[in-house]
T-cell receptor, first 114, second 116 residues
Framework: AQTVTQSQPEMSVQEAETVTLSCTYD???????LFWYKQPPSRQMILVIR??????QNATENRFSVNFQKAAKSFSLKISDSQLGDAAMYFC???????????FGAGTILRVKS | EPEVTQTPSHQVTQMGQEVILRCVPI?????FYWYRQILGQKVEFLVS????????KSEIFDDQFSVERPDGSNFTLKIRSTKLEDSAMYFC??????????????FGPGTRLTVL
């Protein structure tokens, strides 16, 4: 079964600094998709960034980028120039078409200090 | 921008009662999902639905749960006899067909279910 591990229950970053959230996953498949979702206190699930496993290039969305290491099964999220609005719970998630479901990690709470 | 909607935002019920949580997925989407999140815990998959039938379900999704797409727009989750441990946030999600961006799931705002 696919599993997703987020080893950092909580992280803190100073405003305008950079922070990296870790995620590892376990799968025997070669085609899959990885996502980072943000969950603010409202508990809405907001997609931050996605990565297709067949793409070698790391995905980037404005201040958010990933470091995807397929062989190591690692998918970390880097947030540059952190803002107060980035404070939230961040979930790493794995999707494989066969199975047709998202598997989530336990989440990392990100706190941003002003 | 199209979005997934869910009603009600908060449902309070007595243990043993039936509840129906409602979702309106994005109109051109073909795959529908329910997830739940017990407070402070991770998001867990319940069920996926495609072509008017369940395509995958988790161990959580036992005989007390059912899903239905009664018309062309709504997607419902029914819990027949609620238990205290069913108290959670329930998220509906949908996605379109395979292809570029097709695997992204769009989530609704959630329904907070409280079982007393």
């Amino acid at each position: 079964a696919q599993t997703v591990t987020q080893s950092q229950p909580e992280m803190s970053v100073q405003e305008a600094e950079t922070v990296t959230l870790s995620c590892t996953y376990d799968t025997s498949e070669s085609d899959y998709y990885l996502f980072w979702y943000k969950q603010p206190p409202s508990r809405q699930m907001i997609l931050v960034i996605r990565q297709e496993a067949y793409k070698q290039q790391n995905a980037t969305e404005n201040r958010f980028s990933v470091n995807f290491q397929k062989a190591a099964k690692s998918f970390s999220l880097k947030i540059s120039d952190s803002q107060l609005g980035d404070a939230a719970m961040y979930f790493c998630a794995y999707f494989m078409e066969y199975g047709n479901k998202l598997v989530f990690g336990a989440g990392t709470i990100l706190r941003v200090k002003s | 921008e199209p979005e997934v909607t869910q009603t009600p935002s908060h449902q309070v019920t007595q243990m043993g009662q039936e509840v129906i949580l409602r979702c309106v997925p994005i109109s051109n989407h073909l795959y529908f999902y329910w997830y739940r999140q017990i407070l402070g815990q991770k998001v867990e998959f319940l069920v996926s639905f495609y072509n008017n039938e369940i395509s995958e379900k988790s161990e959580i999704f036992d005989d007390q749960f059912s899903v239905e797409r009664p018309d062309g727009s709504n997607f419902t989750l029914k819990i027949r006899s609620t238990k205290l441990e069913d108290s959670a946030m329930y998220f509906c999600a949908s996605r379109e067909y395979e292809g570029a961006g097709g695997y992204e799931q769009f989530f609704g705002p959630g329904t907070r279910l409280t079982v007393l």
